[in-house]
């Protein structure tokens, strides 16, 4: 089936820096959306993605969905301790039943 | 203009038990999927159902576990005869999604499941 690879697994940075973080498949989606998860919450949607090539801003967080449309990263700049979370990745594939598959996460911690 | 609900959010059950999880889409939305994340790891679709309709199960187990969406109240997943490797956060989002069309889903917070 579908699988993404979402990396790095962790990072651990200083306020202030800039963060980047990347999910890869060997399948095409046709959507990719980033989420954030708080400790004991749900995903929050943080960008959709619906263009191969698309590059989409939300405040200081940009992500891309790759011209292959197997790739997708999202850029953090300036980071901030309340972006402390897990990111996730997730793809939505050709099935059209809307049935999202998501990376393994990205836990990221900031260091005052 | 409420979100996505989900109750309980914490349900301890002794093996052998049934777990009922209750999710309530946001208002308008008649497409809903539930997922599973157990400790350090993505969720895993489960299953995608409108209105008195399955329409996909492919990531239910073949055993214990059922998922309905009835005309009037909210999606319920069953969870027969818990084992403790039912233990995990399962999260329902719902979606205005209309057929053909690629609309991202909203999250509920989950209801975490420990069997004991």
């Known amino acids: 089936g579908q699988q993404l690879n979402q990396s790095p697994q962790s990072m651990f940075i200083q306020e202030g820096e800039d963060v980047s973080m990347n999910c890869t498949s060997s399948?095409?989606?046709?959507?990719w959306l980033w989420y954030k998860q708080d400790p004991g919450e749900g995903p929050v949607l943080l960008i959709a993605l619906y263009k191969a090539g698309e590059l989409t801003s939300n405040g200081r967080l940009t992500a891309q969905f790759g011209i292959t449309r197997k790739d997708s990263f999202l850029n953090i700049s300036a980071s901030i301790p309340s972006d402390v979370g897990i990111y996730f990745c997730?793809?939505?594939?050709?099935?059209?039943?809307?049935?999202?598959?998501f990376g393994q996460g990205t836990t990221l911690q900031v260091k005052p | 203009n409420a979100g996505v609900m989900q109750n309980p959010r914490h349900l301890v059950r002794r093996r052998g038990q049934e777990a009922r999880l209750r999710c309530s889409p946001m208002k308008g939305h008649s497409h809903v999927y539930w997922y599973r994340q157990l400790p350090e790891e993505g969720l895993k679709f489960m299953v995608y159902l409108q209105k008195e309709n399955i329409i996909d199960e492919s990531g239910m187990p073949k055993e214990r576990f059922s998922a309905e969406f009835p005309k009037e109240g909210p999606s319920i997943l069953r969870i027969q005869q818990v084992v403790r490797g039912d233990s995990a956060a399962y999260f329902c989002?719902?979606?205005?999604?209309?057929?053909?069309?690629?609309?991202?889903?909203?999250f509920g917070q989950g209801t975490r499941l420990t069997v004991v």
């Open positions: 989002a719902s979606s205005p999604r209309d057929r053909g069309v690629n609309t991202e889903a909203f």
């Open positions: 399948s095409i989606f046709n959507t």
């Open positions: 997730a793809g939505l594939g050709s099935s059209n039943t809307g049935k999202l598959i």
